[in-house]
C-alpha cells in the first residue's frame, strides 16, 4: 500500500494508433449486425460475403498490452467516465468493440453531468427507465470489466489511464425512457433473438456498487453468455463505497416496490417468453422479496425460466422461510455460495455470527427442497481478491451459468459433469473440486 510520502513515477504513454476512418453505418442498421447470432453487435460492418464468421469463444489475448503498466491493488473505476464518440456520428472513426444494449431500471436519483445522464448514491424515490449502450474491446478478456486502472491513496488520485474503447468497457449513450419507448426497443430486440429466442434476463447487483458498474456487469455476463436476448439491470442505490454497508442495507430494502414494478413490466409487458433472474449479495434481500410476492400473481402464459442467487448475503433462517414460499416459481433455482466470500464473512460478524445463506461454514452450505445449492469455494475468484463475485469473475462458473440459462439443464452435474456430488442428511449439493497442485 502507497502512503503519501511514496513517489509515483507516471509511466510514459503506451503511443495508439488511430482506426483508419470508415463511413458509419446508420445506427439503425448496425443495430442489425449480428453475423454470428452471438447477441454481441458490432461497431463494423458485417463480414464480406464468402467469409465464414468464427464459431464459439475464441481464446483471449493477453489482459494488458505489452509494456503497459500493472493494475493497481488500489484500483477503482472512475466515478465519472466521460464516454467515446459514438459511432453513428458522422465522421467518427471506426473502432475496435462491440455495442451491448443494456435495458434499466432504477431507483436512484438522477444527477446530469455536463457530458452524460449519470445516476448517484442518493435516493429517487422512484421507477426510472432507460437503455445503456455499451462498449466492449474486441480484445476483451473473459470474463473480466477491463476498465483504466489507477493509483489511488486515501482517495486521492495518484494516476489514472484515460479510458478508450479499443481497450475499456465504456459508457457510449445512457438515455432516460419513457414506459413506452422502454418497451418499444425491448421487443425490437426480443424479435430478433435467435440463439435465446424471446428470453431476457434480469440481474439486481449487491452492495458497494456504483449504476455504471451494475450497467458494466450486466453486459460483461451477456457479451460472455454470448445473450442475443434482452438484458436488464435494476440498479438500487447503494453507496457505491466499502464504508456504505449500513446504507446500503437500507437502500436495498427501501427499493422493493420499485424493482417489483420493474421485474412485472419485465415479465407481464415486454413480450419476452422465458425470463431468468440473477440475483447478487445484497441484492438478493428485495429481490427474494419480489420473487414471493409474484408467486402469488405469476401470469400462466410467462414461464420464469431460472432464478441464481449468488453470494446471496440474507439471514440463513430468514432465506429458508422465503425459499419455501417461492417454490414452483420457477423452472429451477440455484443456489451459488461459498467459504471464502470476504465480503459475506464481514456481514456474519456485523450480525453476531449467524451464517448468512451464501456462506459455506464448517457445517456445509444451506441445503433446501427444490434448490440446487452448488459449493464454488473451490472455484470463486475475485479481481480485488474479496472472492465476491465469483459468479461472474470465474469461467467455470459462467459456463454453468450459460448452460443452465441457455438449456436448463438440471441437476448440476448433468451440465458441469466434472462437480462433485455431496449427500448430507438434508439432501445433496455439489461443488467445484479443489485445483490439483
Known sequence: ???????????????????????????????????????????????????????????????RAPGAPPPSAEYQPPAEAVPPPPPEVAG???????????????????????????YG?????????GRALVTVPKAHREPLIERPW?????????????????????????????EDEFLTVV????????????????FVHGYNTSFDYAVYRTAQIAYDLKFDGAPFAYSWPSGGGIASYTYDRESSGQAEPYLREFMEMVINKTGAKSVSVIAHSMGNQPTLQVLRELRRSKPDDVRISQVILAAPDVDRDNFENIAREIKGLASGVTLYAAGNDRALIVSRNFYGGIPRAGDVPLTGPLVLPGIDTIDVTAASMDSLGLNHSGYAENNDLLDDIEALIERGVRPPKLRTPRLEEVTTEHGAYWRFPKAAR
Open 121 to 129: 448514491t442518493d435516493r429517487g424515490r422512484r421507477l426510472e427507465l
Open 92 to 118: 467518427a472513426a471506426v473502432g475496435e468493440w462491440d455495442v451491448v444494449p443494456v435495458y434499466y431500471g432504477t431507483d436512484r436519483a438522477e444527477r446530469r453531468t455536463k457530458d452524460r445522464l449519470d
Open 187 to 202: 421487443r425490437e430486440r426480443l424479435a430478433a433473438s435467435k440463439r435465446y429466442k424471446d428470453h431476457a434476463f434480469i
Open 150 to 178: 489507477a493509483i489511488r491513496v486515501f482517495n486521492i488520485t495518484l494516476y489514472e489511464e484515460a479510458e478508450d474503447p479499443n481497450r475499456h468497457f465504456t459508457m457510449q449513450e445512457v438515455k432516460a425512457l419513457s
Open 1 to 63: 500500500m502507497l502512503d503519501d510520502t511514496d513517489t509515483i513515477a507516471e509511466p510514459a504513454p503506451v503511443p495508439v494508433p488511430p482506426p483508419p476512418p470508415s463511413p458509419a453505418p446508420d445506427f439503425r442498421q448496425r443495430q442489425q449486425i449480428d453475423p454470428d447470432g452471438s447477441g454481441r453487435y458490432r461497431s463494423a460492418p458485417p463480414p464480406r460475403a464468402g467469409v465464414a464468421p468464427p464459431a464459439g469463444r475464441v481464446a483471449p489475448p493477453s489482459a
